[in-house]
């Protein structure tokens, strides 16, 4: 079945995703090492004087590799485009030589992915998968088609127990996520108190090797299950439970959109660093967000679930001939 989104509800939502997660990384920024309570409110120096973000330069660098070979884009080309800005910015860190392959999974990147594929998240999985070079069938493959399924669902559905169901079926039933999330979800709905969930399921995992994305991602649901889309109390409670609040924020900001996370709770526009090597237009996220919906209406040409409705239109950017792994792109 098809489904339709205005293209301005669209860009809306896209910033509004970038939006809640800076806001929210960096609210878990400032106050790391100390305990926030849930039911206290961030004071307003706080949300105001907020620095540049610095965790979307990944995003940033994927972004122009989109841009250069739309949907033609491999893991090799993502894979090699992280190398090289690593080893630009730390240069001792990363092997000249090192395989393409080695590069690690990024699980908690999920959000360009969903923005690119709003409404379809099965095609947002599955680009999700092309982040993650190394254990295709791990844990961290496993979070980040979780997190790009139930984020790209957001952006046409406002209940939260949908998405979940959506990042559920895009991983494999036996995973540990899978059962992870399966029993979070019947423990929070039974009982809203996050202190027992957290003590309870997560504190097992802290002593479990190899369970990092796990216990993260399993603080990041306790808080989304837990805050009553109230954004700052879902970001404290995020915090509380030692996981980055910073994915709870972007699906909250994809379900408020800019303008509602803006009006509800007064923020302003925010600023991010690109990172090394990477050339952005502005360090603006409303720009980041109208660039990343330009890309989002290139693949309207393998989304068909959704119809992106009212933007510009996009020509199809197709790999030229004879020139392997080479691409064209345009607007009309």
């Known amino acids: 079945m098809t489904q339709h989104i205005a293209y301005i509800d669209y860009v809306n939502r896209v910033h ?14 400032s106050r790391e090492g100390t305990s926030p309570c849930p039911d206290s409110v961030f004071d307003s120096p706080e949300l ?30 993502l894979a090699k485009a992280l190398a090289k800005q690593r080893l630009q910015s730390e240069p001792s860190a990363v092997p000249r030589h090192a395989p393409v392959r080695s590069v ?21 999985a599955d680009l999700a998968t092309k982040s993650g070079i190394a254990e295709p069938a791990g ?10 399924a139930a984020e790209s669902l957001a952006f046409v559905e406002p209940d939260l127990d949908a998405c979940l169901d959506a990042g559920l079926a895009a991983i494999p039933a036996d995973s540990r996520l899978f059962r992870l999330v399966r029993e979070l979800r019947g423990l929070c709905a039974q009982d809203t108190d996050w202190r027992a969930h957290r003590g309870r399921l997560l504190q097992p995992l802290a002593e479990e090797e190899g369970a990092g994305v796990l216990q993260n991602l ?12 109230d954004f700052l109390q879902t970001t404290a409670i995020a915090m509380c439970c030692g996981a980055g609040p910073a994915c709870a924020g972007a699906l909250l900001g994809i379900h408020h959109a800019a303008t509602g996370l803006m009006n509800r709770y007064g923020f302003r526009d925010q600023v991010f660093t690109p990172g090394a090597g990477v050339q952005r237009r502005s360090d603006r996220l409303c720009d980041l967000a109208d660039d990343v919906a330009m890309i989002g209406l290139a693949f309207q040409e393998i989304n068909r679930r959704t119809v992106i409705a009212g933007g510009a239109k996009h020509t199809v950017i197709r790999a030229p001939e004879n020139v392997p792994g080479q691409a064209a792109s345009g607007v009309e």
């Open 16 to 29: 509004g995703c970038w939006l809640g997660r800076c806001i929210a990384g960096m609210l878990g920024t």
């Open 218 to 229: 399993g603080g990041t649901l306790i808080a989304l299950l837990c805050g009553e889309s």
């Open 104 to 124: 690690q999974p990024q699980a908690f990147r999920a959000e360009l992915w969903a923005c690119i594929a709003p409404g379809h998240p099965e095609l947002a």
């Open 139 to 148: 844990d961290f493959i496993a979070a980040a088609r979780f997190l790009a």
């Open 48 to 77: 105001e004087l907020l620095p540049p973000y610095d965790d979307l330069d990944v995003e940033a660098l994927w972004l122009g590799v989109l841009e250069q070979e739309g949907v033609h884009a491999t893991q090799d080309s």
